[in-house]
Structure formats: structure tokens, C-alpha cells
């Protein structure tokens, strides 16, 4: 009982520590310009005129427009090429197998911040500096390992022998992956899209680096551009309101991701 | 419905493993067939080559009269029972044996019929709908056989598809497979590592070991004139005794006493090549207790008896012999078969396990007298294993 109470209070402190600035940034994009900084934790003064500053400047609008369509795209490819490798690495074997995995958990480790000079130098000589493809690239190169990881732990968590079964029940490889291995493997992927999502979502790095314009800025580098209405306003409020806007969507698939209690999954296959 | 013929087929590993060498194997037509042998000895090697799920290294494999060694499992029309049962987990179990059916593109009402036929065959009808998490151990095996059933194809294979069942279930259910296959009349080839299932289901039984045949027979025939000692020490609950002795002076000098050569015997070590040293099997119902068999020829000997079980309708006694006295000639065979009964944590034995009449009145602790069937005992060579007493009889035609 004791023990149950230690733990309990150290849970509490942690998510305490961990959602009192989360708060606090949602309760100052509710604040008025002129209650910004009275202090008080619950705004004295509500006001939805941040959010409404927000959507209609144009630059905070192109940017989520930038943020959303670059994270999809690079999930996209991200998810389908780690499918096919973790499948791959999973399931057969090749020469060079060790190697690929070996490589993709460096590429995984490696600081990114190292690599952003070299990149902002080849993309400007390739032309890619300051477009899509230009921040797409780099995503998928970080968020495959990614991928690759986590997927080929939800293909070995598929036995073998159902994907035999399939075979000697009359289906070709390629039947035996559609109808038997992928709804399987189905919660997996899924997962796997929303942490590549997320990634790409939170991105700060590249996207100041690689990006001049809104023309392919993203909302976390938009909100450090920030000005506010007017030059001499003070942006915190629409600042706060930005970030909370973003910050929706992560809150909102992780609630989501909750939900799907992956393991047992399989559970039935075998022998219980 | 199909013959299935193995021509000298082997299977080499990547890593360099040759699992199976060289194997010829004709399996008839309707024939319930079983590969037996001990973990690793390449049962499931042999069976996924006749899958199709392992390519097969060199050899050929042909079904119906038609060699298959390129064509996929899906066109060799061969269905499979896999130890793991790989039920579809995200599939009802109706679904789980309709599925060849659907990879077959047959009419949907055709489909739900044959899936209700098998399902009442198999007595599954009240569980359709269920998912295979939702079954016990012993339906989900009844749902994989069900799913074999259903196409009618060539062929049924097996892999040990009892092994993960508790022991009652697993003798309630061979006795059901073994009904079936009678029933459907399809030849069936069924993996597994226990002798019981293997003598008890089979028209006739491989034995292997390490990749090799060795020898391939009915059930009684494996029993009574193994070819070596592997297969005569492998076959048979409780095992057979393996005693060294040596021929001297026209003798055989055993741990139980000095045998006298009888005819059969004589002929067997008259041999130009026969060793002195040789090692002498004998199964436990080939001992009696000599009260009961006073006159009948044979060899008595007395010795102290450790543990008698009763089992109602005979006597399990062990005596204290020294089985492995000091000079006892090594045998790669009785190492392996030490081995491979390890596995099923048995501690190692030295001394005999005699079946005696339930009338006998050996006690426990006391010295017993003990007949032995001298034309029951076999001879091996130590070295090659070869059963010699056999090699003689055949000869003798
Ligand atoms: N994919 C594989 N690669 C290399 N060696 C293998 C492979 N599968 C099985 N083996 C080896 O081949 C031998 C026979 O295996 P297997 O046929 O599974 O035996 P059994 O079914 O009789 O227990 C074993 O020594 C095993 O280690
Ligand atoms: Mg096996």
C-alpha cells in the first residue's frame, strides 16, 4: 500500500511536470493582448481572437497546408517501403540482410544535426533547396529505420506458418500477402504511419534549415517567424494558439493509437 | 487421390545443413504412411519438400506418376496440418476452411456446403461462427483438419499435428484421424517423433535418423526384426535391453551369465565377419519368471529385482543388472537413443526392464529367477549397429 503511494505521487509529479507548460500555452491562447502577462494560470479575460489572428494570416495557413501535405507524402512512401523491407528482413534470407539492418540502425543513431550543412549544400546545388521533395527526401531517410524497425516487430509477431498455410491452401505468394499477412500485419502499419507522421509532424531541424520561404515552411518554423497582427503587437497569443493547433492532431492520434491494443492480435494462431 | 514417389531426394540448407541425404521413398496410393524419428532427424524437411514449402536440393519427388520438384504448392493440390495448426486468426472458423475453397474460386453455396459437411464430420458445427481464439486446443486442431478436408485433395500431410494436445486428448484424437483417413481413403503422410502414434496409425513406418532411412516396414515388422540397433531401440515402450557380451570358448559371456550358443545364434557368429564383441537386445516380454515356465528351453538366471510395477494384466519388474559393465563396446546408436530419451527426461538406466505374467511372485528387494527366450534376443554389430540375428534370418530365408 505503501508502495502503491510512493509510485502514485511520483506518477503525479511526472505528469504534472510534464502538462503544466502544455497548459500554460493553452491558456495563454486564450488570453487577451492585454492579460497576457498578469500571471494567472486560468485567463481572467477568454478570447478566441488568437485563433481567429492565426487563420487568417495567410503565412500560418500555407504553412499547415506545407506541414500537413509534407508529412503525409513522406509517411506514405516512409510506411510502404519499410512494409516491403521489414517484410523482407523478417522473413527471408539474404546476403547482406545484417548489413541492411546494421546501416539502417546508423542511420537511425546518427545526429541529424550533423547532416543539416551537407544537405542544405546538396540540396541548394540540386535545386531541391526550399521545395517539398527537399524536406520529404531527409524525412523518409530518418523515418524509414524507423519504419523498418518497428514494422518487422509486428511481422515476426505473424507465425510463419500461417503465410505456409495460405501457400498449400491454393494461394500464390502474392495472394498468401493480401489475404492472410496484410489485415494481420494491418494494426502495424497503421502504428507505424502514425509515429513516421508525428516525426515528420515535429520536425523543427530540418524545416528551419532547408526551407527560405513559406513556399515550403512548416507550422513549427512558421511559429518562430511569427510577427502577430501588427509589428508592434506582441505574437505570444496567436504563438500559443498556433502550437495548440498543432499540437490537436498528436493528441488526437495518440488517443486514437491507445486504442488499438495491438498485442493478442494473433493470439489464436498457435497453440494457446 | 495419388501415389507419391521420393527418388533419391535430398535437401542441403544455405548455411550447409544437409538435412535429408538421399532418401527413396514409394508411398502407395491411399496409404497412411508415417515419418517417425527423433527431433532434427529431418521428418519436416522430408514432409515440406512434399509440400512444396522447401526446394528440393537434388532427387525427384513425383505425385500421380508426374514429377512436381518446380511446381508450386498450390498446383500440387496437397493439403497440410501444420503443429502450430496456423488457424487464420483473423478469420471465423468457417472462414478458416472455406478459405482453399475461395482461393479456388468455387461457388459460394458449393463452398457452404462442403464447409458444413466437414464441419459435421468433425463435429465443429456449433463453433462456425467462432473465432479460433475462442476454441480450445482440441477443436482448434479438429478446424486444421477441417480445413484439409475439404478440397478433397491429392494428398494430406502432417506435421506432429497432435503433439500440442494433452496426452488423453491426443489418444482421442489419433484414434479420430486415424478413422478418417480410413474413411477418405487419402494417402497421408504424418510426421512425428513419438513411437506410440507412429506404430499405433500407420499402414507402414519410416524410421530416420540424421537425414537417412533406416528402415521402413509395418508396425509389427519394425517391432520384431529391426535392421539395427537404432530402430530396435527406438520402437518399442518400454525399450528394448541392450546387454555388451562377448564370444568366447563358444559362450556368450554376459552381464546375466554365460549363454549357451543355440542354433540360431551359432549360425549368426559362424560368420567370417562376425565380431567377438557384440551387443545382445532383448524386449522385455521375452523374459518370464522361471517358476512358471519350469522345462521350456531357454536361458535362467537369478538376479536381485529393484521396483516391480503391477499393471494388472502383467508385471513390469526391473532387475539389478549391470548393463553397461566395464568393457562395454561403443555404439554411436545407443548413444544417440541415450540421447534422444533424455530429451524425455528420463534418467539414464542401467539395468533390464522384464514384462512377466501377472501370476509371477517376484518380490521387491528379493533375488528372482528368471527365464529368459533366447530365440527372441537379437545381436548387433557395435560398430555399424546392424542387427546380425536378422541378417541370418533372412539369409535362411
Ligand atoms: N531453414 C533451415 N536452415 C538450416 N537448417 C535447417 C533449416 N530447417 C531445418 N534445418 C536443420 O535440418 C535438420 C532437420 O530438421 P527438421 O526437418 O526440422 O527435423 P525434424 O522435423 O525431424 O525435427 C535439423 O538439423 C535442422 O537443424
Ligand atoms: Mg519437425
Known amino acids: 500500500m505503501n508502495a502503491k503511494l510512493k509510485w502514485g505521487l511520483l506518477d503525479a509529479i511526472v505528469v504534472v511536470f510534464a502538462l503544466v507548460p502544455v497548459l500554460w500555452i493553452v491558456s495563454l491562447s486564450f488570453k487577451t493582448t492585454a492579460t497576457l502577462t498578469d500571471g494567472n494560470f ?13 487563420f487568417q494570416t495567410d503565412q500560418f495557413v500555407r504553412a499547415l497546408v506545407n506541414s500537413i501535405g509534407i508529412a503525409l ?25 545484417s548489413l541492411l539492418v546494421g546501416v539502417s540502425l546508423l542511420i537511425a543513431m546518427f545526429p541529424q544535426v550533423s547532416l543539416v550543412s551537407p544537405l542544405f549544400d546538396i540540396e541548394r546545388q540540386a535545386g531541391l533547396f526550399d521545395t517539398w521533395p527537399g524536406l520529404i527526401l531527409p524525412y523518409i531517410t530518418f523515418a524509414l529505420p524507423l519504419a523498418i524497425y518497428t514494422l518487422s516487430a509486428f511481422f515476426k509477431q505473424i507465425p510463419w506458418d500461417l503465410e505456409k498455410a495460405a501457400k498449400m491452401d491454393g494461394a500464390t505468394q502474392a495472394e498468401a500477402f493480401r489475404k492472410v499477412i496484410a489485415p494481420l500485419a494491418a494494426p502495424g502499419v497503421f502504428t507505424t504511419a502514425i509515429l513516421v507522421f508525428i516525426f515528420c509532424w515535429n520536425d523543427f531541424l530540418f524545416a528551419i534549415s532547408l526551407t527560405s520561404t513559406e513556399q515550403s515552411r512548416t507550422v513549427p518554423v512558421a511559429l518562430s517567424f511569427f510577427t502577430g497582427a501588427s509589428q508592434f503587437e506582441d505574437p505570444t497569443g496567436a504563438i500559443s494558439a498556433a502550437a495548440v493547433v498543432i499540437t490537436i492532431p498528436i493528441i488526437l492520434f495518440v488517443l486514437f493509437f491507445q486504442k488499438r491494443i495491438v498485442a493478442g492480435l494473433t493470439s489464436g494462431a498457435v497453440k494457446g | 487421390m495419388a501415389d507419391i514417389v521420393l527418388d533419391k531426394v535430398t535437401k542441403s540448407y544455405p548455411d550447409g545443413t544437409v538435412a535429408v541425404h538421399g532418401i527413396d521413398l514409394e508411398i502407395a496410393d491411399g496409404e497412411f504412411i508415417i515419418l517417425v524419428g527423433p527431433s532434427g532427424c529431418g521428418k519436416s524437411t522430408t514432409l515440406n519438400m512434399i509440400a512444396g514449402l522447401e526446394d528440393i536440393t537434388s532427387g525427384e519427388l513425383r505425385i500421380g506418376g508426374q514429377r512436381v520438384n518446380d511446381k508450386a504448392p498450390k498446383d500440387r493440390d496437397i493439403a497440410m496440418v501444420f503443429q502450430s495448426y496456423a488457424l487464420y486468426p483473423n478469420m471465423t ?29 468433425l463435429e465443429l458445427t456449433s463453433y462456425l461462427d467462432r473465432k479460433p481464439a475462442n476454441l480450445s486446443g482440441g477443436q482448434r486442431q479438429r478446424v486444421a483438419m477441417g480445413r484439409a478436408i475439404v478440397r478433397s485433395p491429392k494428398a494430406f500431410l502432417m506435421d506432429e499435428p497432435l503433439s500440442n494436445l494433452d496426452a488423453k486428448l491426443r489418444v482421442q484424437m489419433r484414434t479420430q484421424v486415424s478413422r478418417l483417413q480410413k474413411q477418405l481413403g487419402t494417402t497421408t503422410v504424418y510426421v512425428t ?3 506410440t502414434e507412429a506404430m499405433t496409425l500407420g499402414d507402414r513406418v519410416v524410421v530416420m535418423r540424421a537425414g537417412y532411412i533406416q528402415q521402413v516396414g509395418d508396425p509389427q515388422t519394425l517391432y520384431d526384426s529391426p535392421v539395427n540397433l537404432f530402430v530396435a531401440g527406438f520402437i518399442g515402450s518400454p525399450a528394448m535391453n541392450f546387454l555388451p557380451v562377448t564370444l568366447e570358448s563358444g ?4 552381464p546375466l551369465g554365460d549363454l ?18 557384440l551387443i545382445m537386445g532383448i524386449r522385455p516380454e521375452h523374459f518370464e519368471d522361471a517358476r512358471l515356465v519350469e522345462g521350456t528351453d531357454g536361458f535362467t538366471f537369478t538376479a536381485p529385482v529393484d521396483l516391480v510395477e503391477s499393471m494388472g494384466s502383467d508385471k513390469y519388474v526391473y532387475l539389478n543388472v549391470d548393463t553397461r559393465g566395464g568393457d562395454t563396446p561403443a555404439s554411436t546408436d545407443l548413444a544417440e537413443l541415450a540421447a534422444d530419451a533424455g530429451g524425455a527426461d528420463l534418467p539414464e538406466q542401467n539395468g533390464l526392464v522384464t514384462r512377466l505374467s501377472a501370476e509371477s511372485r517376484v518380490r521387491e528387494g528379493a533375488d528372482a529367477r528368471v527365464w529368459l527366450n533366447l530365440d527372441k534376443v537379437h545381436l548387433f554389430d557395435p560398430s555399424t549397429g546392424t542387427n546380425l540375428t536378422l541378417r541370418e534370418e533372412v539369409a535362411a530365408g
Do not use: C
Not at chain 1, 507524402?73 to 522473413?91: D, F, H, K, P
Not at chain 2, 475453397?101 to 459435421?120: F, G, H, P, S, W
Not at chain 2, 549357451?260 to 564383441?277: E, F, Q, W, Y
Open chain 2, 260 to 277: 549357451p550358443l543355440s542354433d540360431r545364434l551359432g549360425s549368426v557368429l559362424s560368420a567370417a565377419d562376425a565380431p567377438r564383441k
Open chain 2, 193 to 195: 517423433h513419438d513411437q
Open chain 2, 93 to 121: 472458423v468457417r472462414e478458416n476452411m472455406a478459405f482453399p475453397l475461395r482461393l479456388a474460386k468455387m461457388d459460394k453455396q458449393l463452398i457452404n456446403q462442403k464447409v458444413e459437411e466437414a464441419a459435421r464430420v
Open chain 1, 73 to 97: 507524402i513522406s509517411t506514405v512512401i516512409a510506411v510502404v517501403l519499410g512494409t516491403m523491407a521489414a517484410y523482407a528482413i523478417s522473413r527471408l534470407d539474404f546476403p547482406g540482410k
Open chain 1, 42 to 54: 486560468i485567463p481572467r479575460d477568454w478570447t478566441l481572437e488568437n485563433y481567429r489572428t492565426i
Open chain 2, 251 to 254: 559362450l556368450l559371456r554376459s
